[in-house]
């Protein structure tokens, strides 16, 4: 009979958040560069997933004492099913590497243009990092620009780290940076550089497909961030939005598929040709259980303290915002803005009129009346509000 551990519903909740966020992004650096390692740290992560839906669940059984609070003990069920989900999703990304089945060019082509990659280190003996602190590695030449999104020691992983934290040899980190900066720090830790391939042509064919995976990807990462969103403010315009971001992102894949299968038929390696199927279906799969999540909300369920603790304690929070007129960024270029830089927020997305934007680039310029959605910490808010001459949506 499997263990279980004493551990609150909350501490459950925010294990899973963290842990199926991380999955995500190993997974999709596993396949940007075909990395057995990282493929098997996502496995890895869905094992525990796993185990923590059951622990989960139990506790959520002897929680509940009436038949309103089961009602809403039920909606913290469903998000532990749909982060569950999500990592089943993301392992079937993580053995396309794995069982060897060779990445159609258009993969690779889908990465080349992203701005910030994902990249993972392990400190070996006599890494010049080992003994210092993580507050030490702020400043921009220790770590080439990179930010920490988590330290695994000793098979666990560590997402709220302080600062005062010492890394040690065999700490595996996870960093967030510039394709240059990953690189960087690989190479000063003598590592081998994992560097995507060189830009080189592939076929009007490849392109198209990788600009369709790109945009399924964007899609359900914006949905799993919306779902979060629409229960830490209890909006239900938020979750309807997510609602009908999972009819189109249905279409998205649909149309994926069809390409893929029309275009690579009698072309392709077959084996590579479902590894890309399996990479759209990925992306779709995480985009169903995002719409899980906010199909609470969407139902009118009250949201359990639990949930909105869970949501709410996240070191990141979720904002929309719309450009007023008289906007200082109206016509000017997101890079122009240095907004990240000054304040920590991204932008995640850019809504004009009704069409949405995706991870919009440096050189996309933003126009009064916006509708943007940003990511970050919490108290960098109100300084991205006066940056975009904006104003939060309630």
């Known amino acids: 009979m499997r263990a279980i551990r004493q551990r609150t519903v909350r501490d459950i909740l925010l294990e899973m958040k963290d842990r199926s966020e991380l999955a995500v992004s190993l997974a999709y650096a596993a396949l940007m560069y075909n990395d057995d390692e ?31 609070e089961a009602e809403e003990l039920a909606a913290i069920l469903e998000v532990g099913a749909a982060a569950d989900e999500i990592s089943d999703a993301v392992a079937d990304l993580a053995k396309i590497i794995l069982r060897g089945y060779p990445l159609h060019e258009s993969i690779s082509a889908a990465f080349m243009e992203s701005e910030e990659i994902i990249g993972l280190v392990r400190l070996g003996e006599g890494a010049p990092l080992a003994g210092m602190r993580v507050s030490e590695l702020y400043e921009p030449e220790k770590l080439a620009g990179c930010d920490i999104l988590a330290v695994k020691r000793a098979g666990r992983w560590l997402f709220d780290y302080p600062d005062d934290l010492v890394l040690q040899e065999g700490d595996m980190l996870l960093l967030e940076g510039t394709r240059e900066g990953v690189e960087a720090v690989r190479s000063l830790l003598g590592l081998p550089i994992r560097s995507r391939p060189e830009r080189v042509e592939v076929s009007q064919e490849s392109r198209e497909l990788a600009h369709s995976l790109q945009v399924l990807r964007a899609h359900s990462e914006l949905m799993v961030y919306l779902a979060y969103a629409s229960m830490l403010m209890n909006s239900q315009a938020i979750a309807l939005e997510v609602s ?74 979720i904002a929309w915002v719309r450009v007023g007129e008289d906007s200082p ?6 890079g ?21 934007v995706f991870e919009p680039k440096d050189s996309f310029r933003i126009r009064s009346g916006d509708i943007v959605i940003l990511l970050g910490p919490p108290d960098g808010l109100e300084a991205a509000l006066k940056v975009l001459g904006a104003e939060e949506i309630e």
């Open 244 to 317: 009908r971001l999972e009819d189109e992102i249905d279409e998205l894949h649909e149309e994926f598929e069809v390409k893929v299968l029309k275009g690579l038929a009698g072309k392709a390696d077959p084996r590579a040709v479902v590894g890309l199927l399996r990479a759209g279906s990925a992306a779709e799969r995480i985009g169903d259980a995002a719409h899980r999540m906010a199909s609470v909300v969407e139902r009118g369920v009250a949201i359990h303290e639990v949930l909105a603790a869970v949501v709410e304690e996240s070191e990141e929070s």
């Open 329 to 334: 960024a109206d016509g000017r270029e997101i």
């Open 336 to 356: 122009e803005l240095e907004l990240e830089e000054s304040t920590g927020m991204e932008i995640l997305a850019v809504r004009r009129g009704l069409r949405w």
């Open 38 to 68: 990282i493929a098997d740290e996502v496995l890895e992560l869905e094992n525990e997933l796993d185990d923590l839906r059951y622990e989960l669940s139990v506790r959520t059984i002897v929680a509940g004492r009436s038949l309103e």
